[in-house]
């Protein structure tokens, strides 16, 4: 047959007029014995001629519409054949090339007489759509990729002429499928073109060249129309399968076979990253073009295709590290995109640009809510459960976050986005969440990516709102906070309820046991979520963990705004449904100390696995629950429990660094000699690190006199916790220069004490053990803290404290900064620049707050970048090295993690006592007595008549008296040690009542005389204590 096919091409080759039938023949017979490697010259000498005699074989063909049909799919199908086998070599491309050109061309059939029933537009839509079944595409690409070079520039026109063949061929079936009026065929092409070329990973070529050009190149591509295919096609499948939940897959797959013709399928589960940056590639252009109603469908398909935005690199080893990606927007633009991290840069680069803000304000200023909310917000949600820095790097979340009345909108969506039940009733999924009520996959989809992105914008967006705003002291017309206080409030309780329920979700008490059979029937009707791979399941627990983190941060920033100052109900934070007992053991005590610390999310259900430690037994699932409230969110739980639970956690240390119950309570032990004028120099030289390593032992303590003698009595623990109390006095003194007062009269650390000695910072690291000791003894000292002081002491990793915190430090500056916020005049007339100016012992220091700061006027565009710099300034970066140390220094003896279960108020509490009545009663209940005393004694009845008499004032004043302080112990007076006990001091009724506070010990003569007890009380107690034993 190839004889026979040669002989009549040399024929037709040497006659001058066209032998149709020989040239029919040739044609019908060449794909028959078609051999790639054989017979590629014959398909070429055939092509040349066919296409040089194309009108007169396609005139002979008048009523043989089906029959010319079936002779060009046949041929140009071995067309296909041919250039994919040749793809990769140096063979001739041009004449098989030109073929496809010449006979997928409608203007080829368009000046031909054809059959009636059979138009050029018929005829093309046949040929193409037989060609997409032959791999037409996949051959385009592969020509592109092999003869086309590499490492181009990025250009969006043709590099050399065999590039702008094969992107001719691809955009001219593009925008021929487009202008049919078959949609079946225009989404078949469309679909077929995406799978091949913006689905799979690019080439350079494809890159480089193909995307550049169908974006910007010659031939407009139908953007709205690939978006609507991508759309339809996912909303079909998903029908497709909707409809076979129930029943057997089997029978829907037979059906699809038997149509006569079997529509390319495009669903989800073939979305790629390479699709996602594709999609933003070709929109980057046409998005200005865009109607409201294409932009609420691109705000769709993204909404999809989100879900495959690459991560950032730094999320895979967990939550909480710090992102080494921070430059992911800053990939040169002009570079191939051929790699997952390459194209991530580039697809948060084209979401960060101008064209999509645009089209997202376009969307929120003319689209009904429900059409933009949900897709902003999953969109929001990839972007921040994946990269750590798009908060302050993409520019539709800040817009968002500081537009109002979209947060208002998403935080109604989130309370009212619901499922309907058996019963017919709407149940809102935030309210199953709150009760920890598994959900099925869709759901989950539905609500976490709403409540993720509200959460996270409105956190952010409460960075930046001034205590003012926030409370609505200042009538301001352009204030960025979009509640009232009366809303926040219920918010408030929501969102700590449901960060209590995800909890619940991850820690059980218990777990569904059923069948394999009982759980695929529950999977078929959608009440229980299919088992998913290991992938599946680790993206899931990621995005948990966000979710968690994101409410957890929120409930915490509106937690201290209450703090600061109160806003909810007193009551409001504490969950009726938390119950941690703490008269019990359990193993968050036990454990070793490493494992009460802030943890990823997700890295908290290994505790259940494994040993946290060789010899303790694993964690309950109630404790690890607890221990994730207690670290996350302590102050659902009530003061007096947290300060139960952090007295365990002192008491397993103690008896590990003290020998409480080995070595028979006589465990290592810190013996000293301190001079009684010289207190802080003699305990900051002998109690240094370098001289005693570890603060928690016990320490016993010799006082000497001013006559360097010792002084009477044996240290049973007294004059140990007098002299630490006396020491914390002496070194938090403002007059020894390492502290000083707020205008409040509060401490906090001088900026200036590095100019009174060299190393000052050592000072600041033994304040902090001090401190730290006084609170593992349970001493209370009424040492009055700043609260920004005690708020840096309790932040994680001594973060920079905000803004808010200022007023505590210096309110007339902060009331300056609110005044130039909201100053209505020209800025730049008040003269300031990026200078701080500081006194030092009278002389004047300026400092820059940013690098050139002298010669950078404040002006209204930059205003609120000043006030954040010198508040900054003010409350970090001035005290930031005395703070490190102290921090250092108090977690040497006292772990920081264990405080960090109270807010700065708390910890004043904890560090001083609190401001309650005393009560009598309880005193009296914990009261011992020596000598002749005891509870029924005459003397010891009037006693407590005269002090019930007394106002609260002079009760403080009898208890510092005796014990130094005027406070009572946080849990009672069982809690004061030694005892508060009353020791008989004679019958001299002339003598004065003294006191040894470091026994809290009172010396009462045998006053019987109610009149003349109180006389002498109120004597002894307001002419002040002395140290020394009487």
């Not at 101008?354 to 003319?366: R, T």
């Not at 299919?530 to 599946?536: A, F, H, P, Q, V």
């Not at 968050?588 to 430690?613: E, P």
Request: charged share 20%; glycine share 4%.
């Amino acid at each position: 047959m190839r004889t026979e096919f040669d002989s009549k091409m040399q024929t037709n080759q040497r006659q001058t007029t066209l032998d149709v039938d020989n040239l029919q023949w040739c044609i019908s017979k060449l794909p028959i014995f078609f051999n790639n490697s054989q017979d590629g010259q014959r398909l070429i000498s055939l092509g040349q001629y066919l296409i040089k005699h194309r009108v007169a074989y396609l005139g002979s063909c008048y009523g043989k519409g089906k029959f010319l049909l079936f002779q060009l799919k046949s041929l140009l199908q071995i067309v296909v054949s041919h250039l994919n086998s040749i793809a990769s070599t140096n063979a001739a491309i041009a004449i098989p090339m030109r073929m496809l050109e010449v006979f997928l061309s409608p203007s080829t059939y368009k000046d031909v007489n054809m059959i009636q029933d059979m138009d050029s537009q018929r005829i093309v839509i046949d040929l193409q759509q037989s060609l997409v079944k032959n791999e037409y595409f996949p051959c385009l690409r592969k020509l592109l990729n092999n003869r086309v070079p590499a490492s181009l520039e990025k250009t969006a026109l043709p590099p050399t002429p065999i590039a702008e063949s094969i992107f001719d061929l691809i955009m001219s079936s593009v925008n021929f499928a487009v202008m049919t009026s078959d949609k079946r065929f225009r989404q078949d092409i469309l679909k077929t073109v995406t799978k091949t070329f913006l689905c799979e990973q690019y080439s350079e070529q494809i890159a480089l060249f193909l995307l550049p050009a169908m974006a910007y190149g010659k031939y407009p591509f139908p953007f709205v129309e690939l978006i609507q295919t991508l759309i339809e096609g996912s909303n079909g499948a998903s029908a497709e399968n909707s409809s076979m939940s129930v029943t057997d897959a089997k029978p829907s797959t037979s059906l699809k076979t038997s149509t006569a013709h079997q529509s390319v399928i495009f669903d989800e589960e073939e979305d790629t990253p390479w699709l996602l940056a594709s999609v933003l590639m070709l929109a980057n252009k046409e998005l200005g073009n865009l109607s409201v109603q294409s932009c609420a469908t691109y705000l769709r398909l993204l909404q999809r295709l989100m879900k495959q935005l690459p991560q950032n690199r730094s999320v895979t080893r967990g939550m909480d590290d710090v992102s080494d990606s921070e430059d992911d927007m800053d990939d040169d633009e002009d570079q191939g995109i051929t790699s997952i991290h390459s194209l991530q840069g580039e697809c948060l680069r084209l979401i960060n640009s101008e064209s999509h803000l645009k089209c997202i304000y376009n969307c929120l200023m003319n689209l009904p809510q429900a059409e933009y909310i949900e897709p902003l917000a999953s969109i929001s949600f990839h972007l921040l459960v994946h990269h750590k820095m798009a908060m302050h790097k993409i520019r539709l979340l800040y817009v968002l976050a500081f537009n109002s009345q979209f947060m208002r909108n998403m935080w109604e969506t989130c309370c009212t986005v619901s499922i309907r039940t058996v019963t017919g009733s709407s149940t809102p999924l935030l309210n199953m969440l709150s009760k920890g009520v598994p959900m099925t996959k869709d759901n989950i989809d539905r609500i976490m990516p709403l409540l993720a992105t509200f959460c996270c914008l409105f956190n952010h967006s409460l960075l930046t709102i001034h205590d003012a705003d926030f409370y609505g002291d200042t009538e301001v017309s352009n204030s960025s906070m979009p509640f009232f206080l009366e809303e926040i409030v219920p918010m408030c309780w929501q969102l700590r309820d449901t960060c209590l329920g995800i909890i619940e979700l991850a820690h059980p008490d218990t777990r569904m046991a059923i069948s394999n059979d009982y759980r695929k029937a529950l999977e078929k009707t959608g009440v229980l979520r299919e088992k998913s791979n290991e992938e599946e399941e680790a993206e899931l627990t990621r995005q948990w963990a966000y979710l968690f983190k994101v409410i957890s941060s929120l409930v915490r920033q509106l937690h201290n705004r209450d703090s600061r100052r109160p806003f909810c109900p007193v009551g409001h934070w504490l969950a009726p449904n938390v119950r941690i007992a703490t008269d019990r053991p359990s193993q968050i005590y036990s454990a070793q100390n490493a494992i009460f610390v802030r943890r990823d999310f997700g890295s908290l259900s290994a505790l259940t696995k494994a040993n946290v430690d060789t010899d303790a037994p694993p964690l309950a699932n109630r404790d690890v629950r607890n221990l994730v409230i207690l670290t996350e969110l302590p102050f659902v739980v009530s003061f007096l429990d947290r300060v139960k639970i952090l007295q365990n956690l002192i008491i397993v240390d103690k008896q590990e660094h003290q020998g409480e119950i080995t070595n028979f309570g006589m465990g290592p032990s810190i013996i000293i000699n301190i001079r009684r004028n010289f207190i802080y120099e003699d305990a900051f030289e002998k109690l240094s690190p370098e001289n005693e390593p570890n603060l928690k032992r016990k320490m016993r303590v010799s006082l000497l006199n001013a006559a360097g003698l010792d002084e009477a009595g044996i240290d049973g623990g007294g004059i140990f916790r007098e002299f630490l109390s006396e020491l914390l006095k002496t070194g938090f003194d403002p007059n020894r220069g390492f502290f000083k007062y707020t205008a409040d009269r509060s401490l906090y650390p001088n900026p200036e004490a590095g100019l009174l000695v060299e190393n000052f910072t050592s000072h600041y690291y033994f304040l902090g053990r001090m401190l730290g000791k006084a609170l593992m003894e349970n001493l209370l000292v009424e040492i009055p803290f700043a609260s920004f002081f005690l708020s840096k002491i309790l932040s994680p990793s001594n973060a920079s404290l905000d803004i808010h915190h200022l007023q505590s430090m210096d309110p007339l500056m902060y009331k300056n900064l609110l005044y130039l916020k909201h100053y209505d005049g020209d800025v730049s007339d008040l003269g300031l620049d990026f200078t701080v100016v500081n006194s030092e012992f009278g002389e004047t220091k300026i400092e820059e707050l940013k690098p050139g700061g002298r010669n950078i006027p404040v002006t209204g565009d930059n205003r609120i970048e000043y006030i954040h710099l010198m508040a900054d300034y003010r409350i970090n970066k001035q005290i930031r090295p005395h703070c490190n140390a102290f921090r250092r220094g108090m977690n040497d003896v006292m772990q920081l993690e264990w405080l960090q279960m109270f807010n700065s108020g708390e910890l004043q509490v904890l560090i001083s006592g609190a401001s309650v009545p005393i009560d009598l009663q309880d005193l009296r209940q914990n009261t011992k007595y020596s000598g002749e005393y005891n509870d029924v004694h005459p003397v010891i009845q009037t006693f407590w008549v005269v002090l019930n008499d007394f106002s609260d004032q002079q009760k403080r004043q009898l208890l510092k008296f005796v014990t130094s302080c005027s406070r009572p112990p946080l849990l009672g007076f069982r809690d004061l040690y030694p005892a508060f006990c009353i020791h008989s001091a004679g019958a001299e009724v002339d003598r004065l009542p003294t006191a040894s506070t470091c026994m809290n010990l009172l010396k009462l003569p045998a006053f019987h005389n109610a009149e003349t007890m109180r006389s002498k009380l109120l004597y002894a107690i307001e002419s002040g204590a002395g140290f020394e034993l009487s």
